[in-house]
């Protein structure tokens, strides 16, 4: 994947006797955007409460190790984070920020290794473009701050395609030999990005798709010896891949066979309803995909990939380039747009090909600067080259800017404060309801950490108190459905309306969840009985 004459500077420096002083500012400067990309991934990672599936990512990760490599969790997926995660609550405990450490160091250290993959297509200009875009960007920070699969996920993927851009790179011109290492790197790194999660499976295939096309053209071109150092470069990393997933493949097809065979019929017909393609129910789910993916700044992005693969284009090698980053990037969005999946969950499996994106998009900002300098000599050269890249970078930044400020200032779901504020005023025995009911891990996470000298009794041990003569005091409901109040005050007025021995007593929101208080009735200040609508 040569990039040929995209910098002299690269030549130089990769000579065996370069001089030290420029790898030192270079591991300063990357050092620095790094340290600028963690800034973005902590700030704001304790303030949120769990919701759904990070406490899903708890329960499983405290079952026993041995329950956890066989398998036996609520998700299909492969066991790698959980098993990190209980190695994680087992020594530093499961608060917001323990739990979600894991994607803000897999999201961190996904910035140095978007340098490594760029330099094997461009430049260090291009390449420390292509880490500070990664380090600023809003799709990405967004996962980096969530106790799940995806920043991990990303992080081996891109370490698996910057060692196959290099072996293949080595494998095509004939310079080198493809290093052992490289191909080791590689298939270690896609089995860790697999045992990690299932979406990593569509960026694999693209790179198998890579690989195939390639050997395809070395053969149609009789070059033997590029089609023997090809297969023996990607037989190691291949091979090692695919006798993974064996394992997975059997035991995805395992859970998913009795997890449907257990599905109660109305949830049948709705999984039914999911299997519809996004793209056939919204025609336009593509542009508002990419336009999440872009932070929302679509048509900047656009202007940057169509600059970079220009620019790309026209160096030694660059065909291939733009091949391999093409096939990473769009194969499984193209994949993501005809199986079933709802925008936000296409977004989570496509996280893994962000790289491919910006590593052309920072060609299109060398692209704009090198436009600059032909309209301004003084920038041609030196420092203020130099300066024009980081004023342009800073500019791409400055479009997803609103998008991260949104990011940081959205709504948050209070549960642990809102069951802090119900423990303050209920007493042992009382019982507490979240809907929707789906959430109930979220009331049993927070009723056992946030209010444990108080227990609360759950909707199952709501109904067998209420069998008894005493039954419960006070209930208290906490709907969440974020611009729709009125669902949440129709559940309420059924739980009392079922319940038939309780009045509402008070109200109030906290954040985005209602609470709602419900007395038994014959209180002193009991106002008239709720009827359901």
Known sequence: MSAGSVSSARDEESHPGADPAPRAATCAALAAITLLGLLLRVVG????????DEILTYKDSIKPLSLILAGDHSSVHPPLLYVV?????ATLGSTEAILRSQ???FGTLAIPAAYWLARAFAGRGAAFLAAFLLAVSPFHVRYSQEARHYAMTTFFTLIAFAALARGMRAALDGNEKPRARDALLFGLAGILA??????????????GAVVGAFLAREAVGRRKDAVRRLVAFSAAGFGAILLAIFPLAAKLAELASATLTHLP?????????VTVMPILENPLFPLEFLEAVAGG?????????LLGGARLYRTEGGRRSIFFLAAWAFLPLAALLVLPASKSLAERYFLPSLPAFLVCAALGLEALRDLAAAAWPRIRAGRPRVAAAAVLALAAAGSGAPALAEFYGEEKWPWRESFELVASEAEPGDGVI????FLGVVLEFYRDTAAPARPLLSAPEIEAAERDEDGVRSIFVLGSHLNKPARVRRHTQLVAYLLGRFDETSRRMLGTISITRLDRKGGASAPPRIRPE
């Open 45 to 52: 990672v304790a303030d949120r409460s769990f919701w759904l």
């Open 85 to 89: 995660t209980h190695f994680l609550v």
């Open 103 to 105: 994607a803000v160091l």
């Open 194 to 207: 697999l045992f990690s999660h299932f979406g990593a499976a569509p960026q694999l295939a693209a790179a």
């Open 434 to 437: 979240v809907y929707p009911e």
């Open 297 to 305: 700044a679509l048509p900047v992005l656009a202007l940057l990939l």
């Open 265 to 273: 019929p109305e949830a049948r017909n709705r999984a039914a309803k």
